[in-house]
């Protein structure tokens, strides 16, 4: 077969440019470091171009996200005095386009009550609560309310729920004078509140992770709250603590019909170790979720999982989102508690996923979550690489390209999948590779950061290749990768399996190859640059 040359041999334009939940108990067991107040050349080389990071200190869940009058709020758990986990406040940012974020002032700080955790936020437009003000809707916060104090004398009560209100679309915040207003009747773990209206019964949903199981609580107001049902004690994924649910109704694309999703992070017992979503799949009549029966009965090992990768935690998605939009759109903590406090940046600690677009499909009598980033993302592209085909031989085949790897959109297409193994390897001068792909013979993707660069500050880093089932039989396997410098986001089958991972380069990656057991042919290669920055 005739040779061709393939992809990608690209000279970076700069180094590495710059941008804008394991049980909550045990975050603080990294030791504390000093926050640089300047940012070094390492910081330049690892911090992302276009996925959200803090300036300074830590970050991780998202929290509070809503929408309002063309505005995207994105709240998150936040340490601004160090770069490891410790007392929680609300950070705050901001975009119109999801893509380009604004980081904005502390929206929530700890008081009297304890530190601000994970939770919600809904615009309260029929002012339920009355804590509006004339004609101004307010927006609500519930969080969670965690007394480090009441942990360390020996309660099982220290964590409790708190709302507080904006009167200015989220800009400031004010605390509710009669916090908690959801008391914890003794138990350790009573977190990561997530609020939903519930039209047809006119009141709000709470999803509570409560333990090993999501508590479900209803209210006309916001304020006064009262236990609905338990859901999950003995369904799916128990390897560790429950925790950050979201709970929200969506439509079957293929039928129409309605279902509703609840999401639940789990820390550990993910699929490839440490932190990871799951999410089920069923009907919810105001009182209780009933899960399909495709899922009534998935144990530990299952294959509902918003995403497969190691670095995708905690994501929920925004309310409020108008209905002449109609998404739903989600974002995670791009980081695993295996190795979050230790990865090697100094001002700054973790990044967000990009913001993603989710479906709900029906395969047979299966449905299934399908993930895409946010269409916002595609009015960042620039003209790039378009290849209608390409011939790969069993020998590595390069091309060159002027193309930056650190902020670029890559998709493409194999048809004929054949029962062989397709390997895609990032590469640069210092020998250093993130391979990725897809075996035939196996039927399951894998992700292999253990020679990428960075390893030794965790081992459990770079130990273990990840891998994912595919779950669709199509004979031809679309692919989507996001690649932002230090992160790479891979949508297969459409975004039927997603996997996310970080990587520590020694210098940028600059070229891409492919590599098969058998020849194979490449279609509709696209490789756009991303004007950001």
């Given at each position: 077969m005739k040779k061709y040359i393939l992809l990608l041999q690209i000279s970076l334009l700069t180094s590495v440019g710059l941008s804008s939940c394991q049980d909550?108990?045990?975050?603080?067991?990294?030791?504390?470091?000093?926050?640089s107040p300047a940012q070094s050349e390492e910081e330049f080389a690892y911090r992302p171009n276009f996925h959200f990071t803090p300036d300074s200190g830590w970050m991780n869940d998202p929290n509070g996200m809503f929408y309002l009058d063309g505005t995207?709020?994105?709240?998150?758990?936040?340490?601004?005095?160090?770069?490891?986990?410790?007392?929680?406040?609300?950070?705050?940012?901001?975009?119109?386009?999801?893509?380009?974020?604004?980081?904005?002032?502390?929206?929530?700080?700890?008081?009297?009550?304890?530190?601000i955790f994970s939770g919600s936020a809904v615009v309260d437009h029929n002012n339920t609560s009355g804590l509006g003000e004339g004609d101004i809707p307010p927006v609500i916060a519930i969080f969670t309310y965690h007394d480090a104090e009441a942990e360390a004398a020996g309660r099982d009560d220290f964590q409790t729920q708190g709302i507080a209100y904006s009167l200015d679309k989220g800009i400031t915040w004010t605390k509710y004078d009669q916090n908690p207003v959801l008391e914890n009747p003794g138990i350790r773990d009573f977190r990561d509140p997530k609020v939903e209206w519930y039209e047809e019964e006119q009141k709000w949903i709470m999803s509570l992770a409560v333990q090993d199981h999501i508590s479900f609580y209803s209210s006309p107001n916001l304020l006064e709250w009262e236990h609905e049902s338990d859901f999950g004690q003995n369904l799916g994924g128990h390897g560790g603590v429950w925790?950050?649910?979201?709970?929200?109704?969506?439509?079957?694309?293929?039928?129409?019909?309605?279902?509703?999703?609840?999401?639940?992070?789990?820390?550990?017992?993910?699929?490839?170790?440490?932190?990871?979503?799951?999410?089920?799949?069923g009907d919810f009549d105001?009182?209780?979720?009933?899960?399909?029966?495709?899922?009534?009965?998935?144990?530990?090992?299952?294959?509902?999982?918003?995403?497969?990768?190691?670095?995708?935690?905690?994501?929920?998605?925004w309310s409020n989102i108008p209905e002449s939009d109609g998404r739903d759109i989600f974002i995670g903590w791009m980081s695993n508690w295996e190795y979050a406090n230790e990865v090697p940046t100094e001002q700054w600690r973790s990044a967000m996923t990009v913001p993603r677009t989710l479906k709900l499909k029906k395969e047979g009598d299966t449905y299934r979550i399908f993930s895409s980033p946010v269409e916002e993302l595609e009015q960042y592209y620039s003209a790039g690489v378009e290849q209608k085909e390409i011939i790969v031989e069993q020998s590595t085949q390069i091309a060159s390209e002027d193309i930056n790897f650190s902020k670029a959109?890559?998709?493409?297409?194999?048809?004929?999948?054949?029962?062989?193994?397709?390997?895609?390897?990032?590469?640069?001068?210092?020998?250093?590779?993130?391979?990725?792909?897809?075996?035939?013979?196996?039927?399951?993707?894998?992700?292999?950061?253990?020679?990428s660069g960075l390893t030794e500050f965790k081992d459990v880093f770079g130990k273990n290749v990840s891998t994912a089932p595919r779950t669709s039989d199509a004979e031809t396997l679309k692919v989507k990768i996001v690649l932002d410098k230090t992160s790479i986001e891979i949508f297969y089958d459409r975004g039927e399996t997603v996997?996310?991972?970080?990587?520590?380069?020694?210098?940028p990656y600059q070229t891409i190859t492919a590599d098969g057991e058998q020849d194979f042919i490449i279609e509709n290669l696209q490789i756009n640059q991303l004007k950001i920055n």
């Open positions: 909550k108990d045990k975050k603080g067991a990294a030791p504390q470091k000093e926050v995207y709020h994105l709240f998150f758990q936040h340490n601004p005095d160090d770069n490891v986990w410790g007392p929680m406040h609300w950070g705050h940012a901001t975009s119109t386009d999801l893509i380009t974020w604004e980081e904005q002032p502390i929206a929530l700080e700890p008081d009297e009550h304890g530190t925790e950050c649910p979201d709970l929200f109704k969506m439509t079957v694309e293929e039928t129409g019909e309605e279902k509703w999703v609840l999401l639940v992070s789990i820390n550990p017992g993910g699929p490839n170790g440490g932190s990871a979503t799951q999410y089920f799949i105001g009182t209780t979720f009933t899960p399909h029966e495709s899922i009534a009965e998935i144990g530990e090992e299952h294959d509902y999982w918003i995403d497969f990768g190691k670095d995708n935690y905690a994501g929920v998605t959109a890559i998709s493409f297409e194999i048809p004929n999948l054949q029962e062989q193994r397709y390997e895609f390897k990032l590469g640069n001068t210092e020998g250093e590779e993130l391979l990725f792909g897809y075996s035939g013979k196996d039927k399951e993707f894998f992700l292999n950061r253990g020679n996997m996310t991972e970080i990587f520590f380069p020694n210098e």
